[in-house]
């Protein structure tokens, strides 16, 4: 049973950079043809998928976030982790970890079978 854990700070400064780091358990980031994305959501809002690293480490981002979003791992502890730079108060939202099948429809949230519980990032002077 794969678990991933999501951990990071609740409470980010304007302009500041956002990390989040995922640890996932009872399967390695590295088996081949799975995808590891953070997927968002702002409060009263929808899911927003942010970007994908893949099981050889490849990564996508939306284009919408691409500027500001880096995602990378860490195999050695089954890591893999989020930034998000100059972030903003419209930024504040649920943030996820998930696992899906790498197929060109990782950023389509419902292909995404294994989540973390979510972890609650506000943006706030």
């Known amino acids: 049973q794969v678990q991933l854990q999501e951990s990071g700070p609740g409470l980010v400064k304007p302009s500041q950079t956002l990390s989040l780091t995922c640890t996932v358990s009872?399967?390695?980031?590295?088996?081949?043809?799975?995808?590891w994305s953070w997927i968002r959501q702002p409060p009263g809002k929808g899911l927003e998928w942010m970007g994908v690293?893949?099981?050889?480490?490849?990564?996508n981002y939306s284009p919408s976030l691409k500027s500001r979003t880096s995602i990378s791992r860490d195999t050695s502890k089954n890591q893999f982790s989020l930034q998000l730079s100059s972030v903003t108060p419209e930024d504040t939202a649920v943030y996820y970890c998930?696992?899906?099948?790498?197929?060109?429809?990782?950023?389509?949230?419902?292909?995404?079978?294994?989540w973390g519980q979510g972890t609650q990032v506000t943006v706030s002077s």
């Open positions: 998930a696992r899906a099948m790498y197929s060109p429809y990782y950023s389509v949230v419902s292909e995404y079978d294994y």
């Open positions: 009872g399967g390695s980031i590295t088996s081949t043809n799975y995808a």
């Open positions: 690293i893949a099981y050889d480490g490849s990564t």
